[in-house]
């Protein structure tokens, strides 16, 4: 059993079959090459919907700090997760600033990426260990590719930590068992195309995870 983020919400019909399914979080993409990205008059409209009912995420690409505290003047999110080349430093003055927890996504290939992740133990509230993107791919994360669940199975993270990339509802079930993750976050695997959550799929994620709320 795991805690279940479904991630690149923008509808509202996908953010309550989320919350129906036992979702813990909502992620709401705030970067615009991406296909899941929401405008602000959508991610207002998401955000008070989600209110008292699941955590909100917003996901952010080495934002300038404007930008960052431009949405969170306008959204009262629970989560900014970073999914850039963000420092320390910037971690760690926006959890100050704003109060906001931070959740900082780690490409990881082979167990010296989790060096990298210690930096940031004063500086973060959540890691998220993606793969890493395939060569000439415009988008962070795994882009639906897994990256050997091995590597982490014994890891032992300063901080909770989310496991991410190629999780679909077949496969959810094997990688919390191996990694024994507490956290699980799909974007791509519950869509029916790009950029298109299915709400059947994210019924049988949640399913699959044995989702907790």
């Not at 983020?5 to 993409?29: D, N, P, Q, R």
């Not at 934002?63 to 970073?82: H, K, N, T």
């Not at 906001?100 to 990426?113: G, R």
């Not at 210690?118 to 500086?123: G, V």
Request: with cysteine; charged share 25%.
């Amino acid at each position: 059993m795991a805690k279940v983020k479904i991630c690149g919400i923008s509808t509202g019909e996908a953010l309550e079959a989320s919350i129906a399914g036992g979702a813990s979080y909502a992620g709401f993409v705030f970067y615009d090459k991406s296909p899941r990205a929401v405008d602000r008059t959508s991610a207002r409209r998401l955000v008070k919907q989600a209110k008292d009912r699941i955590e909100t995420v917003g996901l952010m690409v080495n934002p300038a700090e404007s930008f960052v505290e431009e949405i969170l003047f306008e959204l009262p999110l629970d989560i900014i997760q970073l999914h850039g080349e963000e420092t320390p430093a910037f971690c760690a003055w926006l959890r100050e600033r704003h109060g906001v927890k931070i959740c900082k996504a780690f490409p990881i290939e082979s167990e010296k990426d989790f060096v990298w992740a210690q930096e940031y133990e004063e500086a973060i509230d959540l890691a998220l260990f993606d793969a890493k993107p395939p060569k000439g791919a415009e988008l962070p994360g795994g882009n639906a590719v897994p990256f050997d669940w091995r590597l982490v199975a014994n890891y032992r993270a300063f901080c909770p930590w989310m496991l991410a990339g190629g999780l679909t509802p077949d496969n959810v079930a094997e990688a919390i068992a191996l990694t024994h993750a507490e956290i699980v976050d799909v974007s791509s695997g519950v869509e029916s195309q790009r950029g298109v959550k299915d709400l059947d799929k994210i019924a049988a994620f949640c399913q699959a995870a044995g989702a907790q709320g």
